[in-house]
């Protein structure tokens, strides 16, 4: 009994680290003169990889659920907030984890992750976005490069507060060291989106590491967006879903 008394708090002290440790908001603005690579880049994340499978299907559900809304604006209290389990409130990470679900994919709760999943293929069912990008780190699967199917994570370029999550649909490569990331973005705009831009994952954080394209790719989808959104915004790293 007194063993699984102490597991129980155990749980509950792990779950607030993860809530309100410093590291996760205003205790990253030392970090901010950095860039993604100096922090979280390492030589393994560099090396090329097929996307696995059941990672493709989780990314044509997300494009399917985009498609499906096409630009309409969403209630507050929707579909995925709904599969969740609230009602009327922010949804970007939600929408992320209806995804993988649809798929089957291993969802962990905050107190799930002690030991450390095993599992090469999984995500969180987390709603707030810096105790989501604790867990990922808490796991070691934070990564400065992107891959399709990871999370990318956006803070602001000042303190690294996290702010909004998306799904990379695609990565590409550049000449110049950048990359051109397509992703899919539930609760922007009350709506699920479409973007592509450049991320250079070599600048440092308040600086800004985001670029936006002047004109979208021949055959484009008509509502990609390509310009900017939050200036005060930066790509703080992905959750590397799968390795």
């Known amino acids: 009994m007194v063993i699984t008394m102490g597991k129980k708090i155990g749980i509950i002290i792990c779950a607030l680290l993860l809530c309100f440790a410093p590291s996760a908001r205003a205790g990253d603005r030392r970090l901010s003169k950095y860039s993604a690579w100096e922090v979280y880049g390492q030589e393994e994340q560099l090396e090329d990889k097929e996307t696995p499978e059941v990672i493709q299907?989780?990314?044509?559900?997300?494009?399917?659920a985009y498609t499906e809304v096409d630009g309409k604006r969403l209630k507050r209290a929707n579909r995925y907030t709904r599969w969740y389990g609230v009602g009327g409130v922010a949804w970007c990470s939600i929408f992320i984890a209806w995804c993988m679900a649809q798929q089957d994919i291993t969802l962990y709760l905050l107190k799930d992750?002690?030991?450390?999943?095993e599992?090469?293929?999984?995500?969180?069912?987390?709603?707030f976005i810096p105790p989501l990008f604790n867990a990922f780190e808490?796991?070691?699967?934070?990564?400065?490069?992107?891959?399709?199917g990871y999370t990318i994570i956006y803070a602001s370029r000042s303190g690294l507060w996290e702010m909004h999550v998306g799904i990379v649909r695609s990565a590409e490569l550049q000449a110049?060291?950048?990359?051109?990331?397509?992703?899919?973005?539930?609760?922007?705009?009350?709506?699920?989106?479409h973007y592509l831009f450049l991320y250079d994952p070599h600048a440092p954080f308040q600086q800004g590491n985001m670029s936006f394209l002047e004109s979208s790719p021949e055959g484009a989808d008509e509502r990609l967006i390509i310009k900017s959104r939050n200036p005060a915004w930066c790509v703080k790293g992905f959750g590397a879903t799968w390795k």
Request: proline content about 8%.
């Open 113 to 117: 992750i002690s030991p450390k999943p």
């Open 57 to 64: 299907r989780v990314l044509e559900t997300a494009y399917g």
């Open 176 to 193: 110049d060291g950048r990359y051109l990331i397509e992703t899919i973005e539930g609760n922007q705009g009350d709506t699920i989106r």
């Open 119 to 127: 599992e090469e293929i999984f995500n969180f069912k987390v709603r």
């Open 138 to 148: 808490t796991v070691g699967r934070v990564s400065a490069i992107p891959r399709p």
